[in-house]
């Protein structure tokens, strides 16, 4: 493209080849951004490469600080610098009791869901030359606890921690940092989540899906479009003094708790 809200931005969205990711990724670029999305799976991002031309798909592991490094070196060769970061990667841990999380699936977690965030950022920041912006997806389990997922909702916790502290120490160089906390998004994701919650609580899926829908005030599920165009937003030139911030996108949730 040759204009758009977001013409002539470089922008990285991790775990962009599917889902919350590839919606903003998707609309990044019918904006007019320069999108590189990094992911571990490879068909998926064949599959964004094919449906989006002139996107960079690049798979990698941002949990792990050499493909981390692998991507960025690259994009500096290439854009020379980046404008916007969006920290997506994240994954649901187990649903299950305290006593039941295996130290394993606790560091997974932790490793993923704000390692990555960390990883990623602390490569960003040196490229963003001329200020930028800086996206985390959180989650409504962010800002409330979030009965049988401890390791989620404590990573998602440390996510918004980590958005109001750099938001702080890099105003002054112009990047501003925001988090986005999406409510419960419609989608195979929520599918799992559900089925996981399910076979742990003994309660039957369609009783859990009403549920759901029943702790946001809007009685509604969320689409992945709306957390891109909230994105969209905050790092666009609209949102220039906007960070620090924790935008729920979710119909205020009311509880987290069936």
């Known amino acids: 493209m040759t204009g758009g809200a977001h013409h002539g931005r470089r922008v990285v969205v991790t775990a962009g080849a599917d889902g919350i990711g590839k919606s903003i990724a998707a609309l990044l670029h019918e904006e007019g951004a320069s999108v590189c999305i990094a992911d571990v799976n490879e068909q998926q991002l064949g599959e964004c490469q094919a449906q989006f031309p ?10 792990d600080v050499s493909d981390v490094d692998a991507v960025f070196d690259e994009l500096l060769g290439e854009w020379g610098g980046v404008d916007a970061l969006v920290n997506n990667v994240g994954i649901a841990g187990p649903t299950a009791p305290v006593e039941e999380v295996t130290a394993e699936d606790w560091e997974r977690v932790m490793r993923v869901n704000i390692g990555a965030h960390f990883l990623c950022t602390r490569r960003a920041v040196p490229a963003m030359k001329s200020g930028g912006s800086i996206v985390n997806i959180s989650s409504t389990a962010g800002v409330m606890g979030y009965p049988l997922r401890a390791p989620y909702a404590a990573s998602k916790w440390a996510v918004v921690g980590l958005t109001q ?12 940092v925001n988090a986005v906390c999406p409510g419960s998004v419609d989608g195979a994701r929520m599918a799992r989540v559900i089925a996981a ?20 005030s809007m009685r509604t599920f969320v689409d992945a479009g709306d957390i891109a165009n909230a994105v969209s937003f905050l790092i666009s ?19 987290r708790t069936l």
């Open 197 to 216: 919650e399910s076979a742990a609580r003994g309660i039957a899926e369609q009783d859990l899906r009403r549920a759901y829908e029943r702790q946001a």
């Open 54 to 63: 002139g996107m960079i798909c690049r798979r990698a592991d941002v949990a």
């Open 165 to 176: 502290t750099l938001a702080m120490e890099l105003g002054e160089r112009r990047i501003r």
């Open 237 to 255: 030139d609209r949102a220039r003094l906007v960070s620090g911030q924790v935008l729920c996108v979710d119909g205020n949730t009311e509880t």
